[in-house]
């Protein structure tokens, strides 16, 4: 797995975290490398960097003045290692993309897989642009959309594209337009119920399928007081479960700081705790009489179910004794194999052509 690179004469280390067995998979893209060497002389320039997910610009700029936009909780961690390993301060001033910056200097990006998340964090530099603001957005060329030109379009009025450097390219964005106020909120009818999550968040036109087969074979029993809903996205599995039945509380779980953020928007604060936490930091073991999941494994354009596995770990550790743990699944992931080393009994209950939904039980 390669590991280092070298950016104005100073090697640097990067390790992606979480750690992964694929050894193809580095810790930073050539569109990140060809954002460096265009700001590579750009001296007295803030920066405020976007979708830096393993830290290599917070890395290589550590000596420049810079604000990093985090959007989750593994991001965090990642940047911090990184920092770490090149024996660089690890003091790094963190925004979300929904707070209000003061201004916007110079703004990089890797373009998010997300076209939503991407609008949202250019609506973000919009509002603290001033007439000198440049961004400066990498993307791998197999992955370009002409939506990155019309969603640009709307925000500034200088859209430039570099050429292709290693099948990596740079959308260059100047002279921000006039600021107009708006809310990137989708709004998802769901059992005549309107539920509410921000630009980026998975699933945005409607209840995603498999988390709509999950509710429709769950079953929320009366002894399960205490439930988590893992890698909860807006939240609709545990306004479910809070539906069926009034008594219990709920815990909400995401890597996403967006999708945690959604999720207070649909529950009620007094039945609900939120932690935004990618390995389930924070839960106590043995706690939960119930613990539901969608678990993702996509990460960003790659197939991953590393990610998966690791919170398969801690749920099992967190359930109650006899606790359920209730999932859904694509067919053509091989969950069984793993969650049969984790649990007394694991069972189907239920499958379609498409997805499969395991009980598992710990005793």
Known sequence: MERNIK?????FTLERYPKTKDKSLRAWSNAELLVLEHVKDYKNREFHLYNDRFGVWNSTLHNRKQTTIWTYASQQKAIKQNLSI????????????????NKVDVALMKIPKSLELFELFLYQIQQAANEKTEVICGFMTKYFSTTYLK???HYFEVIEQTKAWKKARL??????????????INKILWKEEVLKQYYGVFSSERIDIGTQFLLSNLEVRKNEKKILDVA???GVIAYTALQRNKMVNVTLVDDFNLAIESSKLNLPKEKSQFICTDIMDGIENDSYDLIVSNPPFHFEYE???????????????SLKENGRFVMVANKHLNYKTHLDLLFTAVTVLATNSKF????????
């Open 7 to 11: 950016f104005n004469t100073t090697e």
């Open 86 to 101: 090149n024996k660089l301060s690890t003091e790094v001033s963190y925004k979300t993309p929904l707070d209000t910056l």
């Open 151 to 153: 969603i640009a379009a």
């Open 171 to 184: 959308l260059i964005l100047k002279s921000p337009k006039s600021f107009e106020k708006k809310e990137l």
């Open 232 to 234: 909860a996205g807006n």
């Open 303 to 317: 197939n991953n179910i590393e990610v998966s596995l690791n919170l398969f770990n801690k749920i099992a550790n």
């Open 356 to 363: 499969i939904i395991y009980e598992c039980i710990k005793q």
